[in-house]
């Protein structure tokens, strides 16, 4: 079992910044890959950027150059950096981690980034 706590979200103008923190906790060593995704009112779950064991990144391609995600393995801990901030980044922002010895996907509870225009 792992358990995921996001924190961090909030209320911020356009062009502002936000950093998401996800704490992990459990059986962290079973965990493959780690990282965010967020859901708008009316639209899909997406990813935004994920982390692998190795260091490996990848981001969704409307977030690239503005989100850097980092993670601090001494703490669990999986961080997203959100610069350059617009409208249409508002979305409940979920922690999700990938992991193996059986499969299983795990969530976090989501946080709010609103941002206004």
């Known amino acids: 079992q792992v358990q995921l706590v996001e924190s961090g979200g909030g209320l911020v103008q356009a062009g502002g910044s936000l950093r998401l923190s996800c704490a992990a906790s459990?059986?962290?060593?079973?965990?493959?890959?780690i990282g965010w995704y967020r859901q708008a009112p009316g639209k899909q779950r997406e990813l935004v950027a994920v982390?692998?064991?190795?260091?490996?990144?990848n981001y969704a391609d409307s977030v690239k150059g503005r989100f850097t995600i980092s993670k601090d393995n001494v703490n669990n801990t999986v961080y997203l950096q959100m610069n350059s901030l617009k409208p249409e980044d508002t979305a409940v922002y979920y922690c999700n981690a990938f992991a193996s010895g059986p499969e299983y996907d795990y969530w976090g509870q989501g946080t709010q980034v609103t941002v206004s225009s």
């Open positions: 459990g059986s962290t060593f079973s965990i493959n890959d």
């Open positions: 982390i692998s064991n190795d260091g490996s990144t």
